[in-house]
């Protein structure tokens, strides 16, 4: 049977594959199109397979919001170029439409979603196979708040989501994303600090101030104090805001509205 040219784009479109892949997948397939179809699938997963042990350690990071709902996803490729393809960040943005539209619960369950007549898996294996690089999905996160907002810095590598327990204007919230970019916090507040990293930052401000010579007497107060700066510097309410230092972000967002807070923080960097 001979393969037109037709055949081959028709191929090229559901896969994504190149053009001599289709041709050689529609002619050992003698020009049925579902086996086609398989055949460029399997050679994605072989292609997976040998690649697992790669370091897959560009890629894209976007975020978006939805009304009240915001998802983030990395896709990781293993080459800055294939990161900046215009296809590998379409890819990407597929995927986060698809979080959006489910809101699955973590990761495995992403995956799990289907897309295009296979799961989310499937799409990312086989598009191993048409790139030629590992390729895997490396975080999902997503919030739920009242209003969210969505920030990408410059050049798809890092991004972050932030949710507000009321509507705000797009400029606070724009700034407060722009501030967890910048400042990497871990936390909203001083309360979702685990205490096994309170715990570890008094231990190490008392190693600290041992070291210095301070009086066994003092290293509690001491640590203490310590302890409060590092709240200062990572937890985002505490932060001191980076457009008006002389505020910190909580004192900015009551000076918007005296009951506006975060709720909600989700940050991702490629570059960590």
Same mark, same amino acid.
């Given at each position: 049977?001979?393969?037109?040219?037709?055949?081959?784009?028709?191929?090229?479109? #559901?896969? *994504?594959?190149?053009?001599? $892949?289709?041709?050689?997948?529609?002619?050992?397939?003698? +020009?049925?199109? $579902?086996?086609?179809?398989?055949?460029?699938?399997?050679?994605?997963?072989?292609?997976?397979?040998?690649?697992?042990?790669?370091?897959?350690?560009?890629?894209?990071?976007? #975020?978006? /919001? &939805?009304?009240?709902?915001?998802?983030?996803?990395?896709?990781?490729? @293993?080459?800055?170029?294939? =990161?900046?393809?215009?296809?590998?960040?379409?890819? %990407?943005?597929?995927?986060?439409?698809?979080?959006?539209? *489910?809101?699955?619960?973590?990761?495995?369950?992403?995956?799990?979603?289907?897309?295009?007549?296979?799961?989310?898996?499937?799409?990312?294996?086989?598009? %191993?196979? &048409?790139?030629?690089?590992?390729?895997?999905?490396?975080?999902?996160?997503?919030?739920?708040?009242?209003?969210?907002?969505?920030?990408?810095?410059?050049?798809?590598?890092?991004? /972050?989501?932030?949710?507000?327990?009321?509507?705000?204007?797009? $400029?606070?919230?724009?700034?407060?994303?722009?501030?967890?970019? =910048?400042?990497?916090?871990?936390?909203?507040?001083?309360? +979702?600090?685990?205490?096994?990293?309170?715990?570890? @930052?008094?231990?190490?401000?008392?190693?600290?101030?041992?070291? @210095?010579?301070?009086?066994?007497?003092?290293?509690?107060?001491?640590?203490?104090?310590?302890?409060?700066?590092?709240? !200062?510097? /990572?937890?985002?309410?505490?932060?001191?805001?980076?457009?008006?230092?002389?505020?910190?972000?909580?004192?900015?967002? !009551? +000076?918007?509205?005296? $009951?506006?807070?975060? /709720?909600?923080?989700?940050?991702?960097?490629?570059?960590?």
């Amino acid at each position: 049977m001979a393969i037109t040219a037709a055949d081959v784009k028709k191929l090229r479109t #559901a896969t *994504n594959a190149g053009m001599m $892949d289709c041709k050689k997948a529609l002619t050992e397939a003698e +020009g049925n199109f $579902d086996e086609a179809v398989k055949i460029i699938r399997k050679k994605g997963l072989a292609i997976a397979n040998k690649r697992a042990d790669r370091e897959a350690t560009e890629g894209c990071v976007l #975020a978006q /919001t &939805v009304g009240n709902k915001g998802a983030m996803l990395a896709l990781n490729c @293993e080459t800055d170029f294939v =990161a900046k393809n215009e296809n590998f960040v379409a890819l %990407t943005q597929s995927i986060l439409d698809i979080a959006l539209e *489910n809101m699955p619960a973590d990761k495995d369950a992403l995956l799990a979603l289907p897309m295009d007549g296979r799961t989310v898996n499937d799409i990312v294996m086989e598009q %191993t196979g &048409v790139i030629g690089e590992k390729l895997e999905i490396s975080f999902y996160g997503k919030i739920e708040s009242a209003s969210s907002f969505a920030y990408i810095h410059p050049g798809n590598k890092l991004a /972050t989501l932030v949710g507000f327990n009321k509507e705000v204007d797009t $400029d606070t919230m724009k700034d407060i994303a722009m501030q967890t970019a =910048a400042m990497a916090p871990i936390a909203i507040d001083k309360d +979702g600090i685990s205490e096994e990293i309170v715990a570890r @930052e008094l231990e190490v401000a008392k190693g600290k101030a041992l070291e @210095e010579g301070k009086p066994e007497a003092m290293l509690e107060k001491i640590a203490m104090g310590r302890l409060n700066k590092f709240f !200062q510097e /990572t937890t985002l309410l505490n932060q001191s805001f980076i457009k008006e230092g002389k505020q910190t972000v909580k004192q900015h967002l !009551q +000076g918007v509205d005296k $009951d506006l807070t975060v /709720t909600d923080m989700v940050r991702f960097t490629l570059n960590a």
